[in-house]
């Protein structure tokens, strides 16, 4: 599977953006994770089947994933979006869908995008 992520860009603290990740191929399970510049990768997304939507803490009440199973398509609509939320962005799939408790672990997914650039000004 191959996943294009794009839909990154620079947009002022409170703004919006919605980022898509196209893949070549069905996945059970999508996620986003992202990257701040002398961080370590950190979850923050994840839809498993066509519902099971698993959000950090952090990004809880703001962002909002989906997917268009017909297009293999997913998306993260992020809103509210704050200094903090700054970072590349990697959309990363699973072939087969993780148990719940390992749904935030990246090393549970085998294909991953080149990620997308986020920056939220204050």
């Known amino acids: 599977v191959q996943l294009q992520a794009s839909g990154g860009g620079l947009v002022q603290a409170g703004g919006s953006l919605r980022l898509s990740c196209a893949a070549s191929?069905?996945?059970?399970?999508v996620a986003w994770f992202r990257q701040a510049p002398g961080k370590e990768r950190e979850f923050v997304a994840a839809?498993?089947?066509?519902?099971?939507?698993y959000y950090a803490d952090s990004v809880k009440g703001r962002f909002t994933i989906s997917r268009d199973n017909a297009k293999n398509a997913v998306f993260l609509q992020m809103n509210s979006l704050k200094p903090e939320d700054t970072a590349v962005y990697y959309c990363?799939?699973?072939?087969?869908?993780?148990?719940?408790?390992?749904?935030?672990?990246?090393?549970?997914?085998?294909?991953w995008g080149q990620g997308t650039l986020v920056t939220v000004s204050s």
């Open positions: 990363a799939a699973s072939p087969t869908a993780p148990i719940t408790s390992a749904i935030r672990d990246p090393q549970q997914y085998d294909y």
């Open positions: 191929g069905r996945a059970d399970a």
């Open positions: 839809i498993r089947w066509r519902t099971n939507t």
